[in-house]
């Protein structure tokens, strides 16, 4: 079994955690490759919050962010098997239910746990988004995925 752990650059901690020492994606390959994503939230590529007191312009951020960890490891969202939201007002639960729609496969929905919490990390956030994602890496699909990373197209 081998680990990798990334944290493209685009993705940010917010500026009050700095310097933080955690990885955003732990990938572990094997027959499988299983990929863990840390809770990701609204920031920016400087650190900065999107959308202070918006939950929805804060959930699209997230999903952004989502997405550019999940890719560096050779997943998208589609591959996300397990989905652990924390929201600051778990009154605007429907909110999130709705926007998640947006970028989640709603034939094969991921499970998803969503928890109301007191607070998160830093100042201004409303939502953290942790994910679990399983891929095949010797499907034919995720091959020329790669090859094609590999020599930058």
Same mark, same amino acid.
């Given at each position: 079994?081998?680990?990798r752990?990334f944290s493209?650059? /685009?993705?940010?901690?917010?500026?009050?955690?700095?310097p933080s020492v955690?990885s955003h994606?732990?990938k572990v390959?094997?027959?499988?490759?299983m990929?863990?994503? /840390?809770g990701q939230? /609204?920031t920016?590529e &400087?650190?900065a919050?999107?959308g202070?007191?918006?939950?929805? %312009?804060q959930?699209?951020?997230v999903f952004? &962010?989502?997405?550019?960890?999940?890719?560096?490891?050779?997943? %998208?969202?589609?591959d996300?098997v397990l989905?652990?939201?924390?929201?600051?007002?778990?009154g605007?639960?429907?909110?999130f239910r %709705?926007?998640?729609r947006?970028y989640?496969d709603?034939n &094969?929905?991921?499970?998803?746990t %969503?928890?109301?919490?007191?607070?998160?990390?830093g100042p201004?956030l409303?939502i953290?988004?942790?994910?679990?994602?399983?891929?095949n890496?010797r /499907?034919?699909a995720?091959?020329t995925a790669r090859?094609k990373r590999?020599?930058?197209?």
């Amino acid at each position: 079994m081998k680990k990798r752990f990334f944290s493209p650059a /685009s993705v940010q901690f917010p500026n009050v955690l700095a310097p933080s020492v955690i990885s955003h994606v732990v990938k572990v390959s094997g027959a499988r490759d299983m990929i863990y994503v /840390s809770g990701q939230v /609204s920031t920016d590529e &400087n650190g900065a919050v999107v959308g202070v007191g918006d939950l929805e %312009t804060q959930i699209h951020q997230v999903f952004k &962010n989502l997405t550019t960890v999940l890719a560096g490891a050779g997943a %998208t969202l589609k591959d996300v098997v397990l989905l652990n939201a924390f929201m600051t007002d778990i009154g605007q639960i429907d909110v999130f239910r %709705t926007l998640r729609r947006q970028y989640l496969d709603n034939n &094969n929905p991921p499970a998803i746990t %969503t928890v109301g919490v007191t607070g998160l990390a830093g100042p201004g956030l409303l939502i953290e988004i942790a994910a679990f994602a399983e891929i095949n890496p010797r /499907s034919p699909a995720k091959k020329t995925a790669r090859r094609k990373r590999r020599k930058g197209r």
